[in-house]
């Protein structure tokens, strides 16, 4: 009987487990553009990082409380190469909670990164003008 109810929580266990997929973009990175991209310029991005809570439904409100990345909050720039937007469009048209789409290692490195201060704000310089996509998470309390 003692077997009987292992073997009947592991298997209640195992079909409760929610199985996750994982995705990698298939287009041909080409390190020699992303690192073109990032190259010197004299370009400046600045901004101030922060989010809103969602609401009942889901959404954030347009008006409400700002919370704003705390000092020391890394902010990644990564240069829109053409695996970066497959990247991107595989993220918003598969993510979920059962699927993560990753970009490879190798992508991954060619990013540089910037430090909010204590009011969120963060500033890259020397760049070139180009187009970017920009990601932080920031954690707050409620």
């Known amino acids: 009987m003692k077997n009987a109810l292992v073997v009947m929580t592991m298997v209640s266990a195992f079909s409760f487990t929610k199985a996750q ?37 889901g959404v954030k409100p347009l008006l409400g409380e700002k919370h704003y990345a705390k000092k020391g909050t890394v902010v990644m720039l990564f240069p829109v190469t053409p695996y970066f937007e497959e990247f991107y469009s595989m993220r918003k048209k598969y993510e979920n909670k059962k699927t993560t789409v990753y970009m490879s290692e190798e992508a991954f490195k ?3 990164e910037a430090l909010t201060d204590d009011h969120g704000r963060f500033k890259f310089e020397k760049l070139k003008p180009g187009k970017y996509y920009l990601e932080t998470i920031i954690n707050f309390t409620t």
């Not at 080409?30 to 370009?43: T, V, Y």
């Open 21 to 57: 997929n994982t995705y990698y973009p298939q287009a041909f990175f080409d390190k020699k553009l992303a690192q073109d991209m990032i190259g010197f310029g004299n370009s400046t991005l600045e901004g101030v990082a922060s989010t809103k809570q969602n609401n009942n439904w």
């Open 110 to 112: 060619y990013r540089i």
